[in-house]
């Protein structure tokens, strides 16, 4: 069914802005795990206790809670993603108005990739966001480590095409320089 203003070829605009997003996360930590488990669990117990207590329906507090315990869950492992508003470095938020340039760093050896920011001059990190170390092989000011093996250039680009703003710019830096990804 076509709906009302959209574009030939658009597709549907219910539950789309939870995908219009490129996102990499950090692996699986058992921290984590043991987070969401113990979230979970608290959630029942308190289900079951509101349920004896009050005499109420504890499968309510389940369905309330388990939004916010997922919500919690991908924030924390999050490492990088860019939607519609701009790009998170960690838990660093940054508008689109304040990026002119994404950089990939990939060093030779490492583990990670390096997914940077180029700042517009004037532009100011928010107050409060924890940022990793400078690393010589990433020339943007903010950054993020982001397993390779997570980590789909292509896909990227892709997206960033589709959901960033016309000015960005996607770069690879490498030992003989940047160049545009394409």
């Not at 069914?1 to 950090?26: D, F, I, K, L, N």
Request: charged fraction near 20%; aromatic fraction near 8%; hydrophobic fraction near 45%.
């Amino acid at each position: 069914m076509a709906q009302a203003g959209s574009r030939p070829g658009a597709g549907p605009t219910r539950r789309t802005a939870r995908w219009e997003r490129y996102r990499v996360t950090h692996p699986f930590s058992a921290r984590d795990q043991a987070g969401l488990c113990g979230a979970i669990a608290g959630v029942v117990g308190l289900a079951v206790l509101l349920g004896w207590a009050l005499d109420m329906k504890g499968g309510v507090v389940i369905v309330a809670a388990l939004p916010f315990i997922v919500s919690w869950y991908e924030n924390r492992r999050t490492a990088f993603q860019f939607d519609a508003a701009g790009a998170r470095f960690g838990t660093v938020p940054l508008p689109w108005s304040d990026i002119t340039q994404l950089v990939v760093a990939t060093p030779e050896g490492g583990a990670h990739t390096l997914i940077g920011a180029r700042l517009r001059p004037g532009a100011s990190l928010p107050a409060g966001g924890t940022l990793l170390a400078h690393d010589p092989e990433m020339p943007a000011p903010i950054h993020v480590a982001v397993p390779r093996a997570k980590f789909d250039l292509r896909k990227m680009v892709t997206k960033a095409r589709k959901y960033a703003p016309a000015h960005l710019r996607i770069v690879v830096a490498d030992p003989s320089g940047e160049h545009v990804a394409a």
